[in-house]
């Protein structure tokens, strides 16, 4: 069976509108700071097991919320601690701004972000980078819709 001029160039045309489809939605996607959000949940973890020493090892220093491990957990007992269900992140940014900043030699991530998360209550939380590129918790508090 030979294949016709005809029909390689409707396979590499579709091949190629496939492709830019996909590449077109990819660079659409939200991007939502996992590595923050994996920060935040141990953090989470942490106030909830009562583990105040670890929590306050993952908050930025100086930070916002408290100056001490005991400040923290009058803090974390007066909070909902439900971080379930991710909501939003802000500033909001898609894969390809962090494709943009990567070939313009800049940082991908923001220096500062907020994240959200909704269940029994609504949970803001904000994040700072560290110099080593780590990202800790500056404040956290649930808050009014």
């Given at each position: 069976?030979?294949?016709?001029?005809?029909?390689?160039?409707?396979?590499?045309?579709?091949?190629?509108?496939?492709?830019?489809?996909?590449?077109?939605?990819?660079?659409?996607?939200?991007?939502?700071?996992?590595?923050?959000?994996q920060v935040a949940h141990q953090f989470f973890t942490h106030l909830r097991a009562q583990e105040y020493e670890q929590a306050f090892a993952l908050s930025a220093k100086p930070n916002l919320m408290a100056k001490s491990p005991q400040e923290l957990?009058?803090?974390?007992?007066?909070?909902?601690?439900?971080?379930?269900?991710?909501?939003?992140?802000?500033?909001?940014?898609?894969?390809?701004?962090?494709?943009?900043?990567?070939?313009?030699?800049?940082?991908?991530?923001?220096?500062?972000?907020?994240?959200?998360?909704?269940?029994?209550?609504?949970?803001?939380?904000?994040?700072?980078?560290?110099?080593?590129?780590?990202?800790?918790?500056?404040?956290?508090?649930?808050?009014?819709?």
């Amino acid at each position: 069976m030979k294949s016709s001029p005809t029909t390689l160039l409707i396979v590499l045309l579709t091949l190629g509108i496939s492709l830019s489809g996909i590449s077109y939605w990819w660079l659409k996607q939200t991007y939502t700071y996992p590595e923050a959000q994996q920060v935040a949940h141990q953090f989470f973890t942490h106030l909830r097991a009562q583990e105040y020493e670890q929590a306050f090892a993952l908050s930025a220093k100086p930070n916002l919320m408290a100056k001490s491990p005991q400040e923290l957990a009058e803090l974390a007992q007066r909070e909902c601690l439900d971080d379930q269900n991710f909501a939003w992140s802000a500033p909001p940014q898609t894969q390809g701004n962090r494709l943009r900043r990567w070939i313009n030699g800049q940082a991908l991530d923001m220096d500062k972000v907020s994240l959200e998360f909704e269940n029994s209550c609504l949970l803001g939380v904000q994040l700072s980078k560290t110099s080593q590129g780590q990202w800790r918790v500056l404040y956290f508090g649930a808050h009014a819709g």
